[in-house]
């Protein structure tokens, strides 16, 4: 590989497999550590043996994008079918439409109302007052009033989260619509599918090129970084530094599995918004691709919890106790010369899987212009603060 350049990435997830590509594509020789037994990270997908429906192995993954460079590229190494979103709510031992949408608004307070009837009926019950919304919870009062708000949001949140919703950001509940109309996509963006052989057939069409080796099983050290013209890690920042200013916060999942004759619950995901109901929701993954036939369906009830030292983490927590932190450990990221931080887990963020691969394409590009330049690569392509 002498004079070819080798470039070190560590994690064969979304940002690990985009950036190797990008890289030896353009003749640099790439080798990807992955600490798990598989690729695609947590989006992996993986044939439930018992059942034979594809299961998304961590959970729920939908793509969505409005990325037209993004759609195209993931459509280079999967075929997609059309999919969209529609999560069903189970609240007080009722069933409601998720995102809240007309159909929501109508079933929750037992009405009939066109759209503007109810644009100014919930106008009337959010929370005016409330001019910049500080948190979660404020958030939710001036979008939607109280009411909707406790059935479909708090007990949830506080389920998924395991604090109270006046601790939580705002931005987490801008994450979804309010719609006054009877559309129920949970999402807003003009492309949506799912790939047809799941996420990890996918990655490995990425990772399908003769400049990347991928060895599985191999945990990076920091010690082991050196002899490469350049590091991306995309695995957790402060596993980087062997935590030694202490752990950012992350909430895992643990998941219970059900396997039923035919169709459990009839949609993909039910949600579950009453805070005496243990798990968030279920996903049946059958429902993930309906286009295939299985006599026996596989749901996983899930439940959030904090992440301990032995977990997956999931979810980066990012209160104002984890900032600080996390702070501290962007300061010795950026002392630490040839390594760049990259994807959810390195940038400690809450990243759709069409905002990794914008941001992994990006960093691989402003490598190449830097190593052309004969610049210092930094070591964060994104601020993560
Ligand atoms: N949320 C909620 N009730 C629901 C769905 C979502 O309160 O039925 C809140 C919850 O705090 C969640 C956030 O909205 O973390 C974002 O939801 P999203 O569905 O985007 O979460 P993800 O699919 O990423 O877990």
């Keep these: 590989m002498t004079g070819r350049g080798r470039i070190l990435v560590v ?26 037994d598989h690729i695609a990270g947590n989006c992996h997908t993986r044939r439930d043996p018992a059942t034979g429906v594809l299961v998304h192995v961590y959970g729920p993954h939908i793509f969505h994008t ?3 460079e993004v759609w195209d590229y993931v459509r280079g190494f999967a075929t997609f079918r059309p999919y969209l979103n529609r999560v069903k709510t189970t609240v007080a031992g009722k069933v409601y439409s998720l995102p809240v949408n007309l159909h929501t608004i109508n079933q929750f307070f037992g009405r009939a109302m066109n759209p503007d009837e109810a644009r100014a009926f919930i ?7 409330i001019a910049e919304p500080a948190n979660f919870e404020e958030q939710a009062l001036k979008f939607i009033g109280r009411d909707l708000y406790e059935a479909f949001f708090r007990g949830y949140t506080v389920k998924q989260w ?15 619509p309010l719609r006054f109309s009877y559309d129920d996509n949970y999402f807003f963006h003009r492309f949506q599918g799912m790939p047809e052989e799941g996420y990890t057939a996918m990655v490995a069409g990425i990772l399908d090129h003769p400049g990347i080796e991928v060895r599985l099983g191999h945990r990076f050290a920091r010690a082991t970084g050196g002899g490469h013209d350049h590091v991306f890690y995309s695995g957790p920042l402060d596993g980087y530094f062997d935590f030694e200013l202490g752990r950012l916060g992350y909430r895992t999942l643990d998941f219970e599995r059900v396997e039923h004759a035919g169709d459990f619950q009839g949609c993909a995901v039910m949600n579950y918004g ?3 109901v243990p798990w968030t ?8 691709a309906p286009w295939e036939r299985h006599d026996r369906s596989v749901a996983f009830r899930e439940y959030s919890r904090a992440c301990g030292p032995g977990d997956i983490p999931y979810y980066p927590i990012r209160l104002v106790a984890e900032k600080a932190l996390l702070v501290r450990y962007v300061e010795r990221a950026r002392a630490e010369a040839g390594v760049s931080f990259v994807g959810r887990l390195g940038t400690y963020r809450y990243l759709d899987m069409d905002v990794t691969i914008r941001e992994a394409l990006d960093a691989a590009r402003a490598f190449l212009r830097h190593r052309a330049a004969g610049t210092a690569m930094p070591a964060f392509t994104v601020a993560p603060l």
């Design 162 to 176: 395991g604090c109270a919703p006046t601790e939580l950001p705002a931005a987490i509940l801008r994450r979804l």
């Design 66 to 68: 409005d990325d037209a």
């Design 274 to 276: 009453d805070v005496e």
């Design 281 to 288: 929701r279920i996903a049946e993954h059958g429902h993930f």
């Design 123 to 129: 106008a009337g019950r959010a929370e005016a007052t």
């Design 11 to 36: 994690g064969a997830g979304l940002s690990g497999a985009v950036i190797g590509r990008l890289l030896a594509e353009a003749g640099l020789g790439v080798t990807i550590l992955e600490a798990r």
